[in-house]
């Protein structure tokens, strides 16, 4: 080959890595995966990978048994969803933005914790086990993680490597899975089923301000999962008994799946609303609920089993209480007993009476990934393309 015809065709393959590197997010029907070189997530103990734990204590053995092997701040056995996002966009496990050892947050932030809300609480983590960490607070921690990331990047450069490009904000991808604890919080403190209703407008409403705040400073693609189930949750069935007649064949509480509906129906219109206001932003609505009912509707189909009992827990119809919580001790007859998981938690649906094991959530995963879950139907994958 002539020398200048090798020169001109390695330019034309630069020049066109170039233009690929810089796709614009609203060209809609390009077959190029996105570019996500962080992930910053927002939510509760659905997603928390070790907030909480940071900032009252690590979760006991046997949490994290099945994939890690040791307690590492989630609540199962295993990875949760946004574990198996990570791996999928090739991103390393967020690490939580509260914990202050081994943390590297070059490809991202969690700052998720357990026990979160939209709405801030006015109840202590002891009244309620809702966490003072919501949605307000970790938009604030988010604010002043963005700003001090570009100091200490221009002053530090031992940090600096533990840190994400200003890149990575603009490029990232933002998650969000919260919502669930403003429906059983309310619950909880003895508030109607249309009281709680009533208080979905201001929860969504926050939420909306949050999202636009991450936009203005650059974030371009979200990725933001519904609630689930919470009348198929031991956790849920048991503190708030519900009548045969209001059960479903499942076993799940209608009147509380209903709720959930209801949110996620609001949810869906606050998303259908931020693509009007926000026509650059790539917004994807995600029907968890849809996932995790099925999976737990059709339990046997799927290869799992007892899909309303929980796999580490103690006593009950569910195999779950209150004061009997996954890793404690309790007392039978005299007996100290330890709370323990069940033996085979790659068959069973929910781990502790609130969260999912590990199979279900790669269940979960897996059902979600391809976008057909989806408003718009875009694969995670494609997830920075507007529709």
């Known amino acids: 080959?002539?020398?200048?015809?090798?020169?001109?065709?390695?330019?034309?393959?630069?020049?066109?890595?170039?233009?690929?590197?810089?796709?614009?997010?609203?060209?809609?029907?390009s077959n190029y995966p996105c570019y996500f070189p962080a992930i910053f997530n927002f939510g509760d103990s659905n997603s928390d990978t070790g907030g909480i734990a940071a900032a009252f204590g690590q979760t006991p053995p046997p949490n994290g048994e099945t994939?890690?092997?040791?307690?590492v701040g989630r609540y199962s056995d295993g990875r949760l969803v946004i574990d198996f996002i990570a791996h999928h966009l090739g991103v390393q496990f967020l690490s939580a933005f509260l914990d202050a050892l081994g943390s590297n947050f070059t490809q991202g932030a969690n700052f998720a914790t357990a026990g979160s809300t939209i709405r801030p609480q006015n109840t202590t983590r002891h009244q309620s086990g809702?966490?003072?960490?919501?949605?307000?607070?970790?938009?604030?921690?988010?604010?002043?993680?963005?700003?001090?990331?570009?100091?200490i990047r221009k002053e530090n450069k031992v940090f600096k490597e533990l840190l994400p490009t200003p890149e990575?904000?603009?490029?990232g991808l933002y998650t969000f899975d919260i919502g669930q604890n403003d429906l059983t919080g309310g619950l909880f403190l003895n508030l109607s089923i249309d009281q709680v209703k009533a208080s979905v407008p201001d929860i969504l409403g926050q939420l909306k301000t949050f999202i636009k705040d991450v936009h203005e400073r650059g974030g371009r693609s979200f990725w933001i999962h519904n609630t689930g189930p919470i009348g198929c949750l031991p956790y849920v069935l048991e503190r708030l008994p519900t009548k045969r007649q209001h059960l479903d064949k499942s076993g799940c509480a209608i009147p509380f799946n209903e709720l959930a509906k209801f949110f996620n129906r609001k949810l869906k219109d606050l998303v259908d609303q931020l693509h009007e206001e926000l026509p650059e932003a790539a917004i994807?609505?995600?029907?968890?609920?849809k996932a995790r009912y099925s999976l737990i509707s059709q339990a046997n189909k799927h290869g799992f089993k007892h899909p309303l009992r929980a796999c580490c827990g103690y006593g009950g119809k569910y195999n779950y209480d209150i004061h009997a919580f996954c890793g404690s001790y309790v007392q039978d007859n005299g007996k100290e007993i330890f709370v323990g998981s069940c033996p085979d938690p790659c068959h069973m649906i929910i781990w502790d009476g609130i969260h999912y094991t590990e199979a279900a959530n790669k269940w979960v995963f897996d059902h979600i990934v391809n976008g057909s879950l989806s408003n718009p139907p875009v694969p995670l994958s494609m997830a920075c393309y507007s529709k």
């Open 168 to 171: 990575a904000f603009s490029r």
């Open 284 to 289: 994807t609505y995600v029907d968890i609920y």
């Open 1 to 29: 080959m002539e020398p200048f015809a090798f020169m001109l065709k390695h330019v034309s393959f630069l020049f066109f890595l170039i233009l690929l590197s810089n796709q614009p997010l609203n060209a809609t029907g």
């Open 130 to 151: 809702l966490s003072p960490i919501s949605l307000n607070v970790q938009s604030y921690q988010f604010n002043d993680f963005y700003v001090r990331t570009q100091v």
């Open 67 to 71: 994939y890690f092997h040791r307690p």
